[in-house]
Every structure is written in C-alpha cells, then in structure tokens.
C-alpha cells in the first residue's frame, strides 16, 4: 500500500479509571471520517511511550475496530528492538496495515546498531514498517546516511521526519529513494517539499486546515496553521493535554485525562 496525504497520531481517550475509552476512540475516530487517510494510535501524540501494556493493546484494538475503513498504522514506543518485535507481533495479531517504530533508546546507539533494529523487526513481523525518526523519546538521532540505508530494506513503507529540519526534510525527499516522507511538524509544511503527506497532533482538532495546507501550501495558511497550534498548546511539552481538553470541550471525548508518566523502578 502506498500511503499518501493527512495521517492522523490519535491522542488517547482515557476515561476516569484510566483505562482507554472504547467510545471515546470510535467517537474521535468518527469525527475525523472523511478527512484523514489514516489512522496512528500510540504514537507520541497517543503517549506511546507511557501506555501501559494493557492500555496500548486496547487502543490499537479499539482503533482497528472502528477504523471505518482507514488503514491504521500502530505506533511502537519501546527501548529494545526485542521488545518492539514482541509487540509488532502483537499489533499484527490485532489487524494493524503497518507498525510505526523508532531506534532504539539511548544516546550510545551506533548508526549500525539503528540499521540491524530495523532488519531485525522487519524479518520477524509480516507487516510494512513506518520509520519514525525522532530524538525527544530515542534520545538519539538517525544520520542520513544511515536513514537511507533503512530505506534499502524491505518492507519499509514510510518516514514520519519529526527531526524538527526542514533541511534534512528535503535532503530526504530529494534522496528520490521512493519510500514516501511526511512532515512531522506543522510549523514547517512550508519549508519543505516533495513530501507525502503530513503526520502531526493538530489533525486530531484542524484536519481540514491541514489538509487545504497539502493541497495549496502557501504562507497565509501556514500562518494560520501555526496560530492553532499556539492556540491548542501544541508547542508545550504535554501537547497531548490541551488536545484533550479541545477535544472534551466539542463533546468528541469523555475525559482530559492524561497517561501518568512511568516510574523508573
């Protein structure tokens, strides 16, 4: 499958135990019919990396379930590749088209390393993988050189580019290696070109303004664009929070509840 145009990092409807709301998901899900082209549980957006076991397998379920027809593609937010492999498989079990992966943690992880993560996950799950290449959770970065190697393997189907570079955006896009990128970051829809698509946390409340942005980029939209995000706090380190709170505030979601963040033990 080839993947194309607004694809949607759901955040995650915790009701007022905590655990993942199956109404809330189907609601969200349906307010956004007809004007996304996929669906992206458990990514940052959906607080990947805090989700308990319990609570990401019933997101990615409850996603699959009322996807009305959109691909969904679950994200993976994992220290290890062991660990990401496990849960792939797990996220294949339950229907997703593809998993969504970064490197893995730690700021010593060789480029090596990076690219035997990828191979890895590939060889043991029979889905297509987005890579997802970011900083802020891996606590390391993707070289370009080594990003173009990961785009030599099999099965890689797309890049979320959340580096925060629209030159390294376009250095990718330019590289002509076939895999499609989407920009992570809305603040730069229009620095960047040749892009697939766009993959970011204001097309859970604005998908249409960021839609018409794909479609006729042009300085008065990205302004607009960047004023909402000002406007939801999208720019804050728990932007997933004030989504919530947009989200409550239109009857699309119960609760603003937020996943607590994990204690090291």
């Not at 994200?75 to 893995?104: E, N, S, Y």
């Not at 990828?118 to 959770?137: C, M």
């Not at 030599?152 to 580096?163: A, D, N, T």
């Not at 406007?231 to 728990?238: H, I, N, Q, S, T």
Request: hydrophobic share 40%; aromatic share 6%; proline share 6%.
């Amino acid at each position: 499958m080839s993947y194309r145009g607004t694809i949607v990092p759901l955040v995650t409807p915790l009701d007022a135990r905590g655990e993942v709301a199956e109404s809330d998901v189907d609601n969200l899900i349906g307010s956004l019919e007809g004007k996304v082209d996929g669906l992206m549980p458990a990514l940052s957006t959906g607080e990947g990396w805090k989700l308990s076991d319990r609570q990401w397998v019933d997101v990615v379920t409850y996603t699959v379930k009322h996807s009305r027809g959109l691909p969904v593609l679950s994200g993976i937010q994992l220290p290890t590749t062991a660990q990401v492999v496990a849960r792939a498989k797990v996220a294949v079990d339950a229907g997703v088209d593809a998993v969504v992966v970064t490197t893995p943690y730690g700021p010593d992880v060789t480029q090596d390393q990076i690219v035997e993560h990828f191979r890895a996950i590939r060889e043991a799950v029979g889905v297509g993988i987005f890579l997802y290449n970011e900083e802020a959770v891996s606590g390391n970065k993707i070289e370009l050189d080594t990003l173009l190697r990961i785009c030599e393997l099999p099965g890689i189907v797309g890049i979320k580019e959340s580096s925060g570079s629209a030159e390294y955006t376009n250095a990718m896009t330019r590289a002509g290696t076939g895999i499609p990128v989407f920009e992570g970051w809305e603040n730069l829809l229009l620095q960047v070109t040749g892009i697939a698509g766009f993959i970011g946390p204001l097309l859970n409340v604005e998908p249409g303004l960021c839609n018409e942005m794909l479609t006729d980029p042009r300085p008065e939209l990205q302004d607009r664009i960047n004023a909402a995000c000002e406007a939801y706090g999208l720019f804050g380190d728990e932007w997933y929070r004030p989504l919530k709170e947009e989200l409550v505030r239109r009857g699309v979601i119960s609760t603003a509840r937020v996943v607590p963040e994990k204690v090291a033990a």
